[in-house]
T-cell receptor, first 116, second 115 residues
Framework: GAGVSQSPRYKVAKRGQDVALRCDPI?????LFWYQQALGQGPEFLTY????????KSGLPSDRFFAERPEGSVSTLKIQRTQQEDSAVYLC???FGSGRDTGELFFGEGSRLTVL | AQKITQTQPGMFVQEKEAVTLDCTYD???????LFWYKQPSSGEMIFLIY??????QNATEGRYSLNFQKARKSANLVISASQLGDSAMYFC????????????FGAGTRLFVKA
């Protein structure tokens, strides 16, 4: 497809389970971002990749959160030992530019995680 | 600290009228980008408009315009001739330099357009 694709769209996990969320950005986009969005709130930055390099992971809430983009294309956000407070929509965004010229972000539809 | 502030949790506007959504920002960078995004109830985030910090003219995109006042650090979105389909959450965002560059978002304003 032409847009950013995320899977799964919906995920229900029992507390303590590990989950993996996938993001397939627009082909050729250099920058890739992960955001966490709680209901009725703005997206909160989690981490940023420029190609395969993770340049900023300052927004990851704890060491249970891990993200990778090994070949500079598809990215996976992994959450270990999920907790109820991890319940949110996880948004992936990509852009053609990078750094100061990151420009417009193209977002996926998000992965809604519910931890029971 | 780099921060985006949107002080209007909710706004109402009559169809066909104009509405202004407020946004103020805080950054020590001299060069930065300001954005507005729309998020309908379906959830997808849609880019609306961009303003560079060195752009002297206010950005416009169709019915959207950005009222950029650099000295006041404000970047308000003006929607003219509101339509029912404009009902959505609106987020102001800024690209900031924190060692790397990232885009941060405000808390959003929910706009309700009345028929």
């Amino acid at each position: 497809g032409a847009g950013v694709s995320q899977s799964p769209r919906y995920k229900v996990a029992k507390r303590g389970q590990d989950v993996a969320l996938r993001c397939d950005p627009i082909s050729g986009h250099v920058s890739l971002f992960w955001y966490q969005q709680a209901l009725g709130q703005g997206p909160e930055f989690l981490t940023y990749f420029q190609n395969e390099a993770q340049l900023d992971k300052s927004g990851l809430p704890s060491d249970r959160f891990f993200a990778e983009r090994p070949e500079g294309s598809v990215s996976t956000l992994k959450i270990q030992r999920t907790q109820q407070e991890d319940s949110a929509v996880y948004l992936c965004a990509s852009s053609f530019g990078s750094g100061r010229d990151t420009g417009e972000l193209f977002f996926g539809e998000g992965s809604r995680l519910t931890v029971l | 600290a780099q921060k985006i502030t949107q002080t209007q949790p909710g706004m109402f506007v009559q169809e066909k009228e104009a509405v202004t959504l407020d946004c103020t920002y805080d950054t020590s960078d001299q060069s930065y980008g300001l954005f507005w995004y729309k998020q309908p109830s379906s959830g997808e985030m849609i880019f609306l408009i961009y303003q560079g910090s060195y752009d002297e003219q206010n950005a416009t995109e169709g019915r959207y315009s950005l009222n950029f006042q650099k000295a006041r650090k404000s970047a308000n979105l003006v929607i003219s001739a509101s339509q029912l389909g404009d009902s959505a959450m609106y987020f102001c965002a800024m690209t900031v330099n924190t060692g790397g560059f990232k885009t941060i978002f405000g808390a959003g304003t929910r706009l309700f357009v009345k028929a």
